[in-house]
């Protein structure tokens, strides 16, 4: 079985089951383990002559994996947002095929916990990219990873509605090319966890705050550059 049929063979829910701390590690190690072996099996390599291989297969399954579980751990019995958030994280899947592990790694592991600031167990400032990017750099992810949830979906234009753009100030602008494809999958994928277009997304998120929510304004001044890089990222699709 190929590592990431690992983790579809463990499921859903693999990480429920009482919630405690001891079953998620032990759950992530089988299935750590079980990625060890697949990539040795799939290369035909002794064990011993296998240490490049699974190490990078440690490292991409780990690195999505804890995303996941702090993901579930958060937000997981907050419905319909956990079903949002697993749609962003399925697409995102599909958006890395042209990137290096690292960059590969960091927007799978942003789409996970983009919106993990909503969780009220994270909530600090009440303004959910900052809140969810201090929680995910205590979490010791990258620093590529922290500014990726950071700048989501136009997290700096809700920071300029809500005068708080020196909480931004803290972290450091992430690569556009990164950028565009978290936004990208935020916005088209809706909050059922349903594809949707991000014409009806952004729609859908001004139709849900009112008109004098900052998120609401700020939706409205991020529309285009939003849309921007939607394009952006189906121009790059198109091409590969
Ligand atoms: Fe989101």
Redesign the pocket.
């Known amino acids: 079985m190929p590592a990431s049929g690992a983790l579809a063979a463990a499921g859903p829910g693999w990480v429920r089951g009482g919630g405690r701390e001891r079953e998620r590690t032990a759950a992530a190690t089988a299935l750590v383990f079980s990625a060890r072996c697949d990539a040795v099996r799939m290369c035909r390599l002794p064990w011993s002559s296998a240490v490049a291989v699974r190490r990078l297969v440690v490292v991409e399954v780990d690195i999505r994996l804890r995303a996941r579980v702090i993901a579930e751990e958060r937000l997981g019995s907050l419905a319909p947002r956990w079903a949002?958030v697993r749609g962003?994280a399925a697409a995102a899947e599909l958006m890395i095929a042209d990137l290096d592990v690292t960059d590969a790694n960091a927007v799978v592991a942003a789409a996970w916990l983009?919106?993990v600031g909503y969780a009220p167990s994270a909530a600090r400032t009440g303004f959910h990219p900052v809140d969810g990017a201090k929680l995910v750099r205590e979490s010791g992810f990258s620093e590529l990873v922290v500014s990726l949830v950071a700048f989501h979906s136009g997290a700096e234009f809700e920071a300029h509605e809500r005068g708080q753009e020196s909480l931004l100030a803290a972290f450091t602008r992430p690569p556009q090319d990164l950028l565009d494809r978290v936004t990208y999958c935020?916005l088209t994928i809706g909050p059922d966890g349903m594809p949707i277009c991000a014409e009806d997304r952004i729609a859908e998120v001004l139709h849900r705050y009112g008109a004098d929510d900052p998120v609401h304004r700020a939706m409205t001044a991020a529309r285009a550059p939003l849309l921007a890089a939607v394009a952006r990222v189906e121009h790059v699709g198109a091409k590969t």
Do not use: G, S
Request: net charge negative; no cysteine; proline share 0%.
């Open positions: 949002h962003v983009h919106d935020d």
